[in-house]
């Protein structure tokens, strides 16, 4: 339980542990003149409110916490079929975010053969949270986007269904000056957005721009891949760490 209070140009946080029967307590310094108050439990959701010095200090308070829909569902092809062991992870929200095999998840699971899948997850003072499934076969699904606050989950989204598009499939090799397969070459793909207006994609420019997609290290033969990728515009980067070689840029 936080209680984030702000006096003049400054921001301090409070935390406390309910105890027997819920009860908590925080001590709120004489200078703070509001308090926002967030509390959280695993299977609820976020309750929250702003209390102001007069309504705090006429305590105690008490906070329904509501119970959230079991984050399970399951992950289907473009046809409907059910997928079987394909990755689903829960992150915090981005607006562009890499390959989500290079994000770092809060709580992951693995489907079944009959596509089902289930998250344990405490919400503890998250905002909004992405789900999203993988399998090297397909694109990532499009991320579902859930507010884990008091009132603001939409029910229309449980159970979850998460589809899955094929993927692409990015394969490459790369060799030295002397045209020597490079092994051991680190290779990022990224992802190229599209221009405004009259601004094309800069495809064949050796400018690098844009977050790293996804990651691969290519093996004695010089040979790199990725999978699981969704259609559109990539550059390959590869990087060599001998003498003599620099970046050599690939496009597709």
């Known amino acids: 339980i936080p209680a984030s209070f702000a006096p003049p140009n400054d921001l301090r946080t409070l935390r406390a542990r309910t105890q027997d029967e819920g009860r908590f ?41 509501e119970p959230l829909p079991p984050l399970a569902g399951t992950v289907v092809d473009a046809k409907g079929r059910p997928v079987a062991d394909a990755d689903v992870g829960l992150f915090l929200s981005e607006t562009q975010p890499p390959h989500p095999s290079e994000r770092r998840a809060l709580t992951a699971a693995r489907s079944a053969p009959d596509g089902s899948f289930r998250l344990a997850w405490d919400p503890g003072l998250a905002q909004e949270v992405q789900i999203v499934a993988w399998s090297p076969q397909h694109a990532p699904s499009g991320p579902l986007t859930l507010d884990p606050s008091a009132g603001a989950t939409d029910p229309a989204h449980f159970p979850l269904r998460l589809e899955l598009a094929p993927g692409v499939r990015l394969a490459g090799r790369v060799v ?23 601004m094309r994609i800069g495809i064949d420019t050796p400018t690098r721009g844009g977050p790293v997609h996804a990651r691969a290290t290519t093996d004695a033969r010089g040979e790199f891949g990725f999978t699981g990728l969704a259609p559109g515009d990539y550059r390959a980067e590869a990087l060599v760490l001998a003498p003599g070689v620099r970046y050599g840029l690939w496009t597709a």
């Open 25 to 65: 307590v925080l001590t709120v310094p004489a200078d703070a003149e509001q308090v926002q108050v967030r509390v959280a439990a695993a299977g609820h959701a976020v309750a929250q409110r702003i209390l102001r010095r007069a309504e705090f200090e006429t305590g105690p308070h008490e906070f329904v916490l």
């Open 176 to 198: 030295g000056p002397d045209g020597v397969p490079a092994d051991r070459a680190r290779v990022v793909l990224r992802r190229l957005q599209a221009g405004r207006g009259w």
